[in-house]
């Protein structure tokens, strides 16, 4: 049996992975899990071995390939996971288009282990020559990776009450505040990245122990009512095998601004 790790970045991941528990029962693959805290402690956790696969943030899965001397493996990931991106937003009627229009402004950055609302920010910033900027950084929800969200909800706020002129949002907030109509009217788009990729289970594990797990991982299927309802969840309509060229910018980011291996 494998022993997932997972964090608990909001009340709903219990019943996420008692579902996915729950889906692997009486397989050839059978599982538990084991929640943390904060990505930190299950990157720990997962190169002391207590762990064998950890459900990892982009942040954790570099962090974890630098520790390990790219020792480790991604074994699968979200489809919504490939399609990730970092949206720029400001008040609506503000005027801004694209990054030339940041010179000089103040930008609200989410917790600075957030990779899509502070550190990749920063570097794609920093490659288009804006590096004439304020930011305001918000460290509401250090641990999490900018999972749980409530830094880039307060650097909206920050917006909003007129102490930044745009704020770093990842597209799943981004599209959660349009879908729900949050606030309707209030923003709008200056910028939005290119895709990159998010969360991924990392494993230091040979393949022949993991891949019975992910043969069957995959085969959830999103027209059966009782997988659908956890990948619905879990934010997605099918499982992938991953594809790490989506990290390569966050690898590059990492480096250049001297991340460290943890906080």
């Known amino acids: 049996m494998l022993t997932i790790g997972a964090v608990a970045y909001t009340a709903n991941v219990v019943p996420i992975w008692e579902g996915i528990r729950g889906y692997f029962e009486g397989s050839d693959a059978e599982m538990d899990f084991v929640l943390f805290s904060n990505y930190a402690r299950q990157v ?6 207590t762990i064998d696969i950890a459900w990892n943030t982009n942040l954790a899965w570099v962090r974890t390939v630098l520790r390990t001397g790219n020792q480790c493996h991604a074994l699968a990931m979200r489809d919504t996971d490939l399609t990730f991106a970092t949206v720029l937003v400001a008040r609506a009627g503000s005027g801004m288009r694209g ?5 000089k402004r103040r930008i609200a950055l989410g917790s600075r282990d957030s990779a899509h609302a502070a550190i990749l920010p920063v570097h794609f910033l920093t490659l288009a020559g804006v590096t004439d900027v304020d930011f ?3 460290d509401s929800d250090l641990g999490k990776h900018g999972d749980t969200g409530r830094s880039e909800l307060d650097a909206i ?3 909003l009450d007129d102490q930044a002129d745009a704020a770093a949002i990842g597209i799943n907030s981004w599209e959660a505040i349009g879908r729900d109509e949050l606030m309707p009217g ?4 200056v910028w939005r990245s290119e895709p990159y990729c998010h969360c991924n ?3 230091l594990l040979p393949a022949e122990r993991t891949e019975p797990w992910v043969t069957h991982l995959l085969k959830m299927d999103w027209n059966n009512p ?11 309509r099918r499982w992938v095998r991953p594809q790490l060229d989506g990290y390569a910018s966050l690898f590059e980011a ?4 001297q991340i460290p291996s943890r906080w």
């Open 44 to 49: 720990d956790s997962l190169l002391a071995g």
């Open 99 to 103: 990054l030339d229009a940041l010179h």
């Open 157 to 159: 706020r920050a917006v």
């Open 226 to 236: 009782d997988h659908r309802r956890i990948l619905e969840m879990e934010g997605l």
């Open 186 to 189: 209030a923003l709008e788009e």
């Open 136 to 138: 305001l950084r918000i």
């Open 201 to 203: 289970f990392t494993t």
């Open 254 to 257: 990492v480096d250049r601004q």
